[in-house]
């Protein structure tokens, strides 16, 4: 009698087990499903903005060309240089022409320790 009943148990714990086992099943292929839209969304929008931070370097490029046509300076002078502040904001700007290392370069400068 008892193995009977201990059968029986056991066959609703197996079913339990096999039902539970189908439930996370599709749950998993359900997560990976939306994972890999997530992943197509982020790509697009990767595309997107490689492609507006190419348009912005192109119009840059176009506006110091025009400002050393204007200036009179031929373009491959070096006098003009891209300033990024503030990560977003970008702007070109004249260097100046004296003997000073104070000038503006595209490395940004290093912090030096005060030493007292």
């Not at 490689?50 to 373009?75: F, H, K, L, M, W």
Request: proline letters at 2%; a positive charge.
């Amino acid at each position: 009698m008892k193995d009977i009943r201990r059968r029986g148990k056991n066959k609703v714990a197996a079913q339990n087990c096999r039902r539970r086992k189908i439930d996370n099943m599709s749950h998993l292929e359900r997560e990976i499903m939306d994972l890999q839209n997530e992943l197509k969304q982020a790509q697009s929008r990767h595309s997107e903005l490689t492609r507006e931070r190419d348009r912005y370097r192109e119009a840059i490029r176009g506006s110091v060309i025009q400002d050393n046509q204007q200036q009179g300076s031929p373009t491959s002078s070096g006098n003009s240089v891209i300033v990024m502040s503030g990560g977003s904001m970008v702007r070109g700007v004249r260097r100046q022409d004296s003997g000073s290392s104070d000038q503006t370069t595209d490395k940004p400068q290093k912090k030096r320790k005060r030493t007292e």
